[in-house]
């Protein structure tokens, strides 16, 4: 038995598992101490399907906590940034371009040195043990509690950052929290650096998050490995996410997602998670969200992590309906208090379905006074923007089959316009919980190779390795690892005949293999 917790802004939703088999389902009212709420989901799992602690073999969450905490600045730690890269790299510092309340929450400090590597591993300059150890007094000086280190390409040579976080470590202690880029982000530096500055801001919540959840499963006598959902759809251990907290900003849509793929059956397909204010649309392919190749930008900072491509629209079950346009303000997780079948006195997008008899939900004469022209009016213009939201994530004319997931899929018609007919699945409203306990564990690597002086076949077997041997790291199952994504892009223009490969590798979580 698997248990699947999934925590959003609106509701905490949880499951129980054996296999692909729902035993048991709860969706409930998020409480502001988010332990407590998982708290309150695990009983009432329970309360539907009786098991013991014991029986239990892992515990995977989701949670929007750090993301939440990133866009609303706050519980952000006094953070610098080391930049290795001098003569060059020195017209634009880090953080250029961020929000000001971001800056001034991470205290905004940073330090230019020298180091920094070519595209094919040769330095631009050597390291300088002294000017780093000079910077880490400035640091200690400033109550800096934790350290983003960044290096130009250190994706393809992590030498000078791997160094650097020595010396700072000597200088500044063991309690220091350092990110190094090349563990987070891709190749290009801006992004990839503020990603490790994002990420290292980050750190001190994340620790403190997850030693409470760790000591509340604890409490309630579970034993078993309890691990996060991450952002491409798989799960990492809580170490792992102590480390990189920015690794959960996602983990909401690709629960959604993932879980889509096993109550429909399908791998490929367009999938619509309809939520309380807003809903989210990606694409499955082979079974896992569809990653973004552009620049994500995140609470108005650009950045290049793992993220899924998902485009999201303000409608959801708790959209507002006014002057003949739904969403975007909504009512939250105040629908079963403000809408109108509920008892209250809001014209929400889940009065509409009611209305015109797309669900029975609470009392439907609250709503047989509205307007049917003005109803159905509404209900097209739901349905015409998903559809325009979903036609905007094709890449080709091929059929894509729609599957709606989420709370707030009721609100949605039974065909969309253009795309035909939309699988609404089974347990559809806690897919998000169902993707959370069934996600395996990944492994990837995305580096520029030189092919001059060396054989592609021989790079690309290494770069396959490497990405099964970080897929076992992070706890998958040696026995069956397997390489489910492969893309290769040559880079023009620059010596060398160099390429760009990214690698993923996927395995069971190999939990008789793991304890915590």
Known sequence: MRIGI?????????????????LASVKQTTSEDVTTGIVQALHSLRTQHEFGPTDVDAIMLGTTHFINALVEGRDLAP??????????????PPMVGWPQRLISATRGRYFLAHGGHEFDGQEISSLQPDEIRAFAHDMEAAGVRSVAISSVFSPINDEFEEHAAEILREELGPGVALSLSH??????????????????????LADKIIGRLVAVIDAEGYSCPLF???????????EYARKYPVATFASGPT???????ITSGLETCAVIDIGGTTSDVGVLTNGFPREATTVIDVAGVRTNFRMPDVLSMGIGGGSIVADGQVGPSSVGYRLTSEALVFGGSTLTATDIAVAAGLVDLGDASAVAHLDRDMVMAMVDQIAGRVADTVERMRTSSAPLPVVAVGGGSVILPKVLPGLGEIYLPENS????????????????????????????????????????????AAGASADNVEVVEFDEFPIPYLPGNATRIRVKAVGDLGIKEMAR
Request: proline letters at 1%; hydrophobic letters at 45%.
């Open 79 to 92: 953070t610098a940034t080391l930049r290795l890269g001098l003569p060059a790299t020195a017209s634009l």
């Open 255 to 261: 629960n959604s997602m993932r879980g889509a793929a």
């Open 429 to 472: 409203g806690v897919a998000n919980a169902i993707g959370a306990a069934i996600a395996q564990v990944s492994g990837e690597v995305d580096k520029v190779y030189s092919l001059a002086t060396r054989d592609r076949s021989s790079v690309v077997e290494e770069a396959k390795a490497d990405a099964i041997e970080k897929a076992i």
């Open 228 to 238: 996060l959902s991450q952002n491409d759809g798989t799960l990492m251990d809580v």
């Open 183 to 204: 563990e987070i982000g891709r190749v290009g530096l801006l992004e990839r650096e503020n990603a490790t500055i994002i990420n290292a801001s980050l750190r001190e």
């Open 6 to 22: 999934d925590v959003g802004g609106t509701n905490t939703d949880a499951v129980a598992l054996e296999g692909t088999n729902v």
